[in-house]
């Protein structure tokens, strides 16, 4: 097993947010070390003290307000990376990797790092299915990132369909396998 590896968790604006929490604790379990990075978004479904406390790490909250050191933290974070993992990751945070916004600390790691992307979608079936969210999924494929999810079932704004985060256990899964195959 891969352990021992750096994953920057990004978490978006979704209303799964909040099993971003049980995921940093799986992906603590296996040995990694975790980093979470929120969008204003994400912070309005669950705080930064629940992931600082899960992940046992700082939570990077705003690009504009990180005062360690010299070199900018989220540069640090993506040079450090093995791994940038975006779970749930909304539409418009999709839409922004897809048109290489830097306009958040996460948007801005996703362009400074090389490491690889491992995204898992949460968001309403329509969204997920509208023709600028498949094209943007398709521009990161395209550019190797890795879909995982999302899968079908009854979604949280009360319509069935395809929309809903992945397993946690199954993303941790995956994630492990992507650092393995490093
Ligand atoms: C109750 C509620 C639930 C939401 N759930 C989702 C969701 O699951 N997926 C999604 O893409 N957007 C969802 N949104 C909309 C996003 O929060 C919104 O697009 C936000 O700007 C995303 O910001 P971020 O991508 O920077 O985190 C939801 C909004 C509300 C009010």
New binding site residues.
Partial sequence: MAAGKNIVLGV?????AYKAADLAGLLIKKGHKVRVVM????Q?FITPLTLQTLSKNPVTTDVFEEQEGWCPGHIELADGADLLLIA?A????IA?LALGLAD?ALTCIALATRAPLLVAP???GK?WSHPATAQNAEVLRGRGARFIGPDEGML?CGYEGAGRLWPVEKIADEACALLGAR
């Fill in positions: 978006t604006g979704s209303i799964a969008t204003q978004g994400a309005k749930p909304s539409a418009s945070a922004r958040d949460a968001m309403n969204m949280a």
